[in-house]
């Protein structure tokens, strides 16, 4: 079993940034892919981003060009730098690794 915790999320200004940090425990020996989630509210949760242990990353459209996935192994972390941040970016946003979740940090993008 993998334990996630979040951190980093808060209110921004549209054009601003934010940095999500994930920090796994347990059993991370399991851990290949982590990824970002979110969900809005009235709306389904979505992938927002993920990474290999190779480094791979993969990104939603909507996010490409303005976030960036990163990981370091030897800490079994991950951080989700958000630039250029719009009002749609509002959610919930959520670490994963395999089945299991962190408990969710709010990033709300309001002026």
């Known amino acids: 079993q993998v334990q996630l915790v979040e951190s980093g999320g808060g209110l921004v200004q549209p054009g601003g940034s934010l940095r999500l940090s994930c920090a796994a425990s347990?059993?991370?020996?399991?851990?290949?892919?982590m990824a970002w989630y979110r969900q809005a509210p009235g709306k389904e949760r979505e992938l927002v981003a993920s990474v290999t242990r190779g480094g791979n990353t993969n990104y939603a459209d909507s996010v490409k060009g303005r976030f960036t996935i990163s990981r370091i192994n030897s800490k079994m972390t991950v951080d989700l730098q958000m630039n250029s941040l719009k009002s749609e970016d509002t959610a919930v946003y959520y670490c994963?690794?395999?089945?299991?979740w962190g408990q969710g940090t709010q990033v709300t993008v309001s002026s």
């Open positions: 347990g059993s991370i020996f399991t851990i290949a892919v």
């Open positions: 994963r690794t395999g089945t299991s």
